[in-house]
């Protein structure tokens, strides 16, 4: 257990749907992240939030909405998805912003768009 | 942005060998290295953060360079298991506020 909890493990949804991914930390870290994982591709920063101010987000598509409530939780809301934006959805905690420091991962959320 | 590359190729080795993974980058010099491990199924998990004024870090059977001339990192792991095979990811950030750039990963196969 990393400390980082992603639900669901897996979603399929279709293009007109509208779903979520949650993601909660037990660690009393500060900033939050989403990032996407596409298969051969290196994981894409989406989204970075501290003390639950997003600070970064990487020109990534509207259909992408995230949402930081407190600095627990981390929610992506999905909707009017694209086939091509199947791929695993990893969520990741660090105790501040700072370069240097770690970063803990959740075990992902396997999306598929059809 | 940052451009890494690591070998998108799998490694296979044979156990009790040391595996050496590698990591280039291009443009600027990173103020931070990691290496993170990651599972099928699974997210990455940290490993080892070496600093830009560092040249070696070891951690049990571990062990990473950071070469800022070359631009590169190596990565080894000395007495392989086969409990190693694993994806090996490198990520590079700065100072600034959190831009960490992954590479792709290299594969590692450790053969019993």
């Known amino acids: 257990e990393t400390g980082v909890t992603q639900t669901p493990r897996h979603l399929v949804m279709g293009m007109t749907n509208k779903k979520s991914l949650k993601c909660e930390q037990h660690?009393?870290?500060?900033?939050m992240y989403w990032y996407k994982q596409s298969a051969k591709k290196p994981l894409e920063l989406m989204f970075v939030y501290s003390l639950e101010e997003r600070v970064e987000n990487n020109s990534v598509p509207s259909r992408f909405s995230p949402e930081c409530p407190n600095s627990s939780h981390l929610f992506l809301h999905l909707h009017t998805l694209q086939p091509e934006d199947s791929a695993l959805y990893l969520c990741a905690s660090s105790q501040d912003g700072a370069g240097g420091n770690i970063q803990y991962f959740g075990a992902g959320t396997r999306l598929s768009v059809l | 942005s940052q451009k890494i590359e690591q070998n998108s190729e799998a490694l296979n080795i044979q156990e009790g060998k040391t595996a050496t993974l590698t990591c280039n980058y291009t443009n600027y010099s990173p103020a931070y290295l990691q290496w993170y491990r990651q599972d099928p199924g699974r997210g990455p998990v940290f490993l080892l953060l070496i600093r830009e004024n560092e040249k070696e870090k070891r951690k049990e059977r571990l062990k990473v360079t950071f070469d800022t001339t070359l631009k590169q990192s190596l990565f080894h792991i000395t007495a392989s298991q086969p409990a190693d095979s694993a994806t090996y990811l490198c990520?590079?950030?700065?100072?600034?506020?959190?831009?960490?750039?992954f590479g792709s990963g290299t594969k590692l196969n450790v053969k019993p």
């Open positions: 660690l009393g870290h500060n900033a």
């Open positions: 990520a590079l950030s700065t100072d600034n506020f959190n831009k960490f750039y």
